[in-house]
């Protein structure tokens, strides 16, 4: 069984450029989420997919958009780069929506200049 | 407001010291779902345990204990005869729905240091 990947590990841009970080689900997922993690901080809810529609989303910017794809793959797109978008980007997949246990991937570190 | 409060920035015990990580939340909902995952220096959470709001059984795993208290809205973990394997940062989370639509909040994260 394959576990949560994330693509690319670290990406460094520069303010004002648009970004896209890409997430495949756990074998059997339906459902993913996305996070910014901070340096020190705990993770931030972006927004969730389900059967790919958007079913939640956390207090980020529309600049801040999704896709999910019928295999339950997901995008994740940032516009507009800021430097405080700088952090590490975690994707989460699970069975379902609300109160399945959530499977993380190991991230993408986006660094903004 | 939906909050998720761990008090405690970073404990640090002797290896098979006992310890117990505080997280207190906030919610509007009545149906709703807590959770702990651990994140050790490798950098990746990792799912510990998942309670639903209508299940205030406590439960124990190994060493690991969690003990869900509506009434205070807490529900802390307990690390029993802690091991230089379980320094890592904690966090404790809260999922709700509102209208339909999911919501997870995350605490700031407990960082526990275990000392050999």
């Known amino acids: 069984e394959t576990g949560v990947t994330q693509s690319p590990t670290h990406l460094i841009k520069t303010r004002g450029q648009q970004v896209t970080l890409r997430c495949s689900s756990q074998?059997?997922?339906?459902?993913v989420s996305w996070y910014q993690q901070a340096l020190g901080q705990g993770p931030q809810f972006i927004f969730q997919?389900?059967?790919?529609?958007?079913?939640g989303r956390g207090n980020f910017p529309p600049r801040f958009s999704g896709l999910q794809f019928p295999n339950y793959s997901s995008e994740l797109n940032v516009n507009a780069l800021e430097l405080d978008d700088s952090a590490l980007y975690l994707c989460?997949?699970?069975?379902?929506?609300?109160?399945?246990?959530?499977?993380f991937g190991p991230g993408t570190r986006l660094t903004v200049l | 407001a939906q909050k998720v409060t761990q008090a405690q920035t970073e404990i640090s015990v002797v290896e098979k010291e006992d310890v117990t990580l505080d997280c207190v939340y906030e919610?509007?909902?009545?149906?709703?779902?807590l959770f702990w995952y651990k994140q050790p220096p490798s950098g990746e959470l990792v799912f510990l345990i998942r309670?639903?709001?209508?299940?205030?059984q406590n439960e124990i795993s190994g060493r690991y204990s969690w003990n869900f208290q509506k009434s205070t809205s807490s529900f802390n973990f307990t690390i029993t005869a802690s091991q230089v394997v379980d320094s890592a940062v904690y966090f404790c989370?809260?999922?709700?729905?509102?209208?339909?639509?999911?919501?997870?909040?995350f605490g700031t994260g407990t960082r526990l240091k275990v000392l050999a």
């Open positions: 309670r639903n709001s209508f299940d205030e």
């Open positions: 919610t509007r909902d009545t149906t709703y779902y």
């Open positions: 997919y389900y059967r790919e529609e958007e079913n």
């Open positions: 989370a809260l999922s709700e729905t509102f209208s339909g639509t999911y919501k997870y909040i």
């Open positions: 074998s059997g997922h339906n459902t």
């Open positions: 989460a997949s699970s069975l379902g929506q609300g109160g399945y246990e959530q499977f």
